[in-house]
């Protein structure tokens, strides 16, 4: 049961957070909706009817080790394309419209640091008009 | 020699996997870049074409991976359908990277890597057998995209990259999500041992969520908005590379998972023929009201996938069949159609319809390789498509679907209708004086490596245009102003044709071996109507 509610929750947020504007909180997203479909598959192995597969003996109540490997390769993969997709955050002309539209950023979007970031790597006349007007 | 070709399935997955990593290392410019890409793209062509010919009598090819017993293991298979779509991604993949070499974007870093990788992963999602596995070979396809995208997009443009990886990326954990609760009814991701499982409704709605995620990935409509949006600021060439590959593998899992695990049950086949025929209804029209060439092709391809799964909705023999050669067609044309609008864009740096005119009579070769995929997409005879909707069309009348049938006819009509504005804009209109301009403002983009749409000073690019107008020399005798036989300035260089014209031919080639290729396709189906023998093939029986 705290399995299924933690899966839950973990896809809500997850969700919640993947239709957020900017591209920091897609990422962040993505990261708690890649763990809840991990421990969906864990769950998929019977988490509740089986053992550790030492020191019990019976090796029909051993944990199945086949959706650990599941997630093992999942995670691995999840890790890779997190990466790659915080490249493409960064990367590129300005042209990130996933953020606010004209006008000041909101507080919390200056708190991703991710502006910041961009103007350190990309002096930009629009970026310093921005600025100045903040 | 069956053997031996058994034993060697994982190399096609394995052999370009590995020589993309070592081209890594390979200098940038280093000649072995291209030539190694080449050739192990040709090497891919020829192994497909080698397990086609061995599959051609209904044997199926069966690697067990370490060689656990079947059931256990994770099989590579290789029968009919398979090796036919291998093929021909093969095919797609030589083409586009040929014109990348020609448009010089094989010259960005580690294009040759990134396109043997995502060669290696089709090839292993072509032939696995387990839908994990299948997952994992979909997300080897889909990493050296992101770098393809990364690399190779419209310079700066990453808007569309992010949409790209954002989908996707929700789509692959959707079908994982899938394959996790596939394995918690049944025990097992094994696609032969889940054979006929669809039957038990928990099996069928877990499957159903991992055919939602390919829907995702194959664009279907409700899902298909992302598509042409996502592929039109990639690099052409590369977006005619991912329709080659990423929808079509997409759709090639549907058509191998409502054979072997919902063994065509009725219901299923009547969401997909609802969704199918939507698709391909809604792609049509959209494609009317596109102002710009590429958007325009991909929703046109938007409509073709939805062709494609009329064939598996209707799961007839002969509808199997009818899909199948679809599919087949869909690559070459739309691989054709997509690298035609590369070559406009690249040379004009615009695919806007009333922006670029005039090309009938400047660039012959061309407009031949437009008019042939054009009407091959529309269902003209002699070319490919004729055979392809012909066969739906016939496949669905004969299966009493008269409606769809009809729409199927509605549709070809109004693809032609906007592949008629394409012709009438683009080809026949009259050249307006600032196209010169727009291909000068392009042709300094390049040299300078700016970013598209980048605003170039108006007296440069006078002064590009009128140089080029002068390097061809004046006018054979005395032309009026707006004279369409004016052959002066920019020209689409014959490299960028080229490969088009390669995929044009083979439609036409596919449009007279009509005979040859629908037998090829009902061997293709002959698989998945009757999944006995992939069963016992996988299982080891």
Redesign the interface.
């Known amino acids: 049961m705290s399995l299924a509610l933690s899966i839950g929750v973990l896809a809500a947020a997850g969700v919640f957070l993947v239709l957020q504007r900017g591209m920091i909180r897609i990422i962040l997203g993505f990261v708690l909706l890649t763990h809840a479909v991990n421990l969906l598959i864990i769950a998929a192995g019977g988490v509740s009817r089986r053992d550790a597969p030492f020191f019990g003996g019976d090796t029909s109540q051993a944990a199945d080790p086949l959706p650990q490997a599941f997630v093992l390769t999942a995670i691995v993969i999840a890790f890779a394309i997190t990466v790659v997709l915080a490249t493409f955050a960064v990367v590129g002309r300005r042209d990130d419209d996933t953020e606010a539209d004209n006008g000041a950023p909101s507080q919390s979007e200056v708190d991703d640091g991710e502006l910041d970031a961009l103007r350190d790597s990309e002096p930009d006349s629009e970026l310093e008009s921005e600025g100045e007007r903040r | 020699m069956i053997g031996i070709v058994e034993l060697l399935l994982p190399l096609f997955v394995g052999a370009p996997l590995l020589l993309g990593g070592i081209l890594f290392v390979v200098p940038r410019h280093h000649p072995l870049q291209l030539i190694m890409g080449m050739g192990s793209l040709l090497a891919l062509l020829g192994g497909a074409i080698v397990l086609l010919i061995l599959t051609f009598d209904g044997t199926i090819l069966v690697h067990q991976i370490a060689l656990w017993p079947g059931g256990i293991s994770i099989p590579f298979v290789a029968d009919s359908f398979s090796s036919l779509i291998l093929v021909v991604a093969a095919i797609v993949s030589v083409i586009s990277f040929h014109y990348m070499i020609a448009s010089g974007e094989a010259q960005s870093p580690s294009i040759a890597s990134l396109v043997l990788i995502l060669a290696g992963g089709v090839a292993g999602a072509l032939l696995t057998a387990d839908l ?1 596995n299948l ?2 070979f979909i ?1 080897v396809m ?2 050296p995209s ?2 393809l995208l ?1 690399f190779l ?1 419209r310079r ?4 569309a ?2 949409l790209y ?2 989908v996707n ?2 789509a692959s ?1 959707l079908f ?2 899938g ?3 596939i ?2 009814v049944q025990g097992t991701v094994n696609l032969a041992a889940l054979a006929g499982a669809g039957d038990d409704p928990a099996t069928a709605i877990a499957t159903a969520v991992c055919l939602g995620a390919l829907a995702v990935k194959a664009s279907v409509f409700p899902v298909h908005g992302w598509l042409a949006r996502a592929y039109g600021s990639a690099s052409p060439a590369v977006a005619a590379l991912f329709s080659g590959l990423h929808t079509k593998v997409a759709v090639y899992v549907v058509y191998r998972i409502s054979s072997v695990v919902f063994e065509g049950d009725g219901a299923w086949m009547t969401a997909i023929m609802v969704v199918a025929a939507l698709t391909l209804a809604v792609g049509a029209l959209v494609a009317l009201g596109e102002r710009e060439i590429r958007p325009l092709l991909l929703f046109q391809m938007v409509s073709g996938i939805g062709f494609i799964l009329i064939g598996v909705a209707l799961f007839t023999p002969e509808g199997l069949t009818a899909g199948i050669v679809y599919m087949v067609h869909h690559m070459v044309v739309m691989g054709s159609l997509l690298l035609i609008a590369s070559a406009i864009e690249q040379t004009y740096g615009s695919g806007r319809l009333d922006r670029v005119a005039g090309l009938r009579t400047r660039e012959p070769l061309l407009t031949a390789a437009f008019v042939i995929s054009a009407l091959s997409l529309a269902g003209l005879p002699p070319f490919s498509g004729f055979v392809a909707k012909y066969a739906v069309v016939l496949a669905s009348a004969d299966a009493g679907q008269v409606l769809i049938a009809g729409l199927l006819i509605i549709v070809s009509l109004l693809s032609l209708m906007s592949l008629m504005r394409v012709w009438a804009d683009m080809f026949n209109g009259k050249r307006h004086t600032d196209v010169e301009v727009l291909a000068a403002e392009e042709r300094i983009r390049t040299r300078e490596g700016l ?1 598209d749409g980048a605003v170039i000073d108006t007296d440069t690019a006078a002064a590009e245009a009128a140089q080029a107008l002068e390097q061809h020399g004046p006018p054979r005798g005395v032309l009026a102003s707006g004279d369409p036989h004016d052959h002066r300035g920019t020209r689409i260089p014959l490299r960028l044709v080229i490969p088009a014209l390669m995929l044009s031919g083979l439609s036409v080639g596919l449009g007279f071996g009509g005979e040859f290729l629908l037998q090829l396709a009902e061997h293709a189906s002959s698989v998945l109507t009757d999944t006995s023998g992939y069963v016992g093939a996988v299982m080891g029986q």
Do not use: I, K, P, Q
Not at chain 2, 156 to 159: I, L, N, Q, R, Y
């Open positions: 994990f997952f994992v997300e889909l990493l992101y770098g990364l997009s700066g443009d990453m808007a990259s992010r990886v954002t990326l929700l954990t994982l999500a394959v996790g609760l394995y918690a970013f």
